[in-house]
């Protein structure tokens, strides 16, 4: 046993590197929701629910520039075979830096439309400050995906984990002093030029250069014209609620949603997290379709992070009216229902996440675009639908049946690289099926409860 434990810490081989990765990014992970909760509790007795409303306007909006301008510099560093050539990395830096200079301009130029849409006059002066952290991150060394490229994250995890400390101690004092949401949108951006001296610090390698050199510009274009329109389709997939809801609510009711959404989504956000940082190089080292021994590898991977996300989802979703009751004050007690019915409507998702980053390390950033599209029609269709006839039950419903939906699709990119497991999908749609189904039953006052929020408050 203890020398089986030492191969798996040491060892340079794939699944050796693989589950280093992956634990180094859930420990960090784990660290950094905890930190997260404690920082959230303690803000929830220093600020009022509108002030995480408008933060959560704040954050959307940021998120959406982001996704809207993202062309794919991480993904295409960690499967390219030009990944560790340094004319390579130092063009992908230099976009990654006009692309930061980029979204700060398109920031200020949308604050007044944004804090229209949203209804919120001082919108006009926090997006500007907060997409400060646009033009921070910019500056990010490509180090970081190197270390992600070779699965060796134990620096890079801890370097998070320092930025994410120093981001949640801002915000608690500044929280303390200025009783305002300018607490949230500052400590935000003392955060992001934190990671950014951090990384430049501390991560080994050379530094960084300006430099364009043509050929790695084309690569990196063509790779990422395609993953640009996918996050374009991630963006709907993933803050489709924020915006058809935070339009739907008041601000009050829109700081109890994500406080709620908080406590739901973990299971999901770090499922992403692994996937994201550990699949595309188990893919492109080891390809599923290669040999059976490598697609039963694979399984191996799947089966635990697909069970493993899934029973943590359901700790919510049973148990999520005693959590918000135990932990936040009565003002925050709606927030109930909502942690039961988004960690429910997760479940479809959670088990298609394993598939998503198949193509993306085969360079096929094409059909992972098709499925992102397809997902971010059926969202956006079924949260307007659920919301117009059912109010904010039917909107996250509408949600999570999209995502059922979507999954032939899901099926359909996996079987291109040879990578769908029937056995596993097969298993945890029963299995997630009927405990997302006990944990609506136990908890349907709660979901009834949702059905009395109106629009506007």
């Not at 408008?54 to 295409?76: E, H, K, N, Q, R």
């Not at 399984?299 to 919510?316: F, H, S, V, W």
């Not at 094409?366 to 971010?376: E, I, S």
């Amino acid at each position: 046993m203890i020398g089986a434990m030492r191969n798996i810490t040491r060892g340079d081989g794939l699944m050796n590197r693989a589950l280093r990765s992956a634990s180094l990014n859930l420990f960090g992970f784990g660290f950094s929701q905890a930190l997260r909760l404690a920082s959230n509790l303690i803000l929830t007795r220093l600020l009022f629910p509108e002030a995480f409303g408008i933060m959560a306007m704040v954050s959307v909006f940021l998120m959406g520039l982001a996704m809207f301008s993202d062309v794919g510099v991480g993904p295409a560093i960690m499967q390219s075979k030009r990944g560790d050539d340094r004319d390579f990395l130092n063009t992908a830096w230099t976009i990654q830096i006009i692309r930061g200079v980029s979204l700060w301009l398109i920031a200020c130029a949308l604050a007044w439309p944004m804090a229209r849409y949203f209804g919120e006059p001082d919108l006009v002066y926090y997006l500007p400050v907060a997409a400060l952290t646009q033009l921070a991150l910019g500056f990010l060394p490509t180090r970081q995906e190197t270390a992600n490229r070779h699965l060796k994250v134990g620096r890079v995890t801890l370097l998070e984990m320092a930025t994410n400390l120093i981001g949640a101690l801002a915000a608690i004092g500044l929280a303390w002093a200025l009783q305002s949401v300018w607490a949230l949108v500052i400590s935000g951006v003392l955060a992001s030029v934190a990671q950014v001296v951090l990384y430049d610090l501390f991560l080994p390698g050379e530094r960084n250069r300006l430099r364009w050199e043509r050929a790695a510009a084309q690569e990196l274009i063509r790779f990422g014209k395609w993953v640009f329109l996918s996050t374009i389709a991630g963006f709907a997939i993933g803050q489709a609620d924020k915006v058809i809801i935070g339009g739907w609510l008041s601000t009050h009711d829109f700081g109890i949603y994500n406080i709620g959404f908080f406590w739901a989504s973990f299971a999901f956000l770090m499922g992403s997290v692994v996937v994201r940082k550990v699949m595309i190089p188990v893919y492109r080292e080891s390809p599923p379709g290669e040999s059976r021994e490598n697609f039963l590898r694979l399984r191996k991977m799947r089966m635990l992070a697909t069970g493993g996300m899934i029973g943590l989802a359901m700790l919510p979703a049973l148990f999520g009216e005693w959590l918000i009751a135990f932990l936040y004050d009565p003002r925050y007690l709606a927030a109930g229902g909502i942690v039961v019915l988004v960690s429910v409507v997760q479940i479809p998702a959670i088990i298609g996440v394993t598939y998503d980053q198949a193509a993306l390390a085969v360079g096929d950033s094409r059909r992972f675009f098709v499925l992102a599209a397809t997902r971010a029609v059926l969202v956006i269709g079924g949260m307007i639908a659920g919301i117009t006839f059912y109010g904010l039950p039917g909107a996250l419903a509408g949600q999570g049946l999209a995502m059922l939906a979507a999954h032939p699709v899901v099926v359909w990119l996996a079987t291109r690289s040879r990578a769908w497991d029937p056995l596993h999908d097969l298993f945890y749609f029963v299995l997630g099926g009927g405990l997302g189904a006990l944990a609506l039953w136990w908890n349907w006052p709660l979901i009834a409860g949702l059905a009395q929020v109106q629009p506007g408050g």
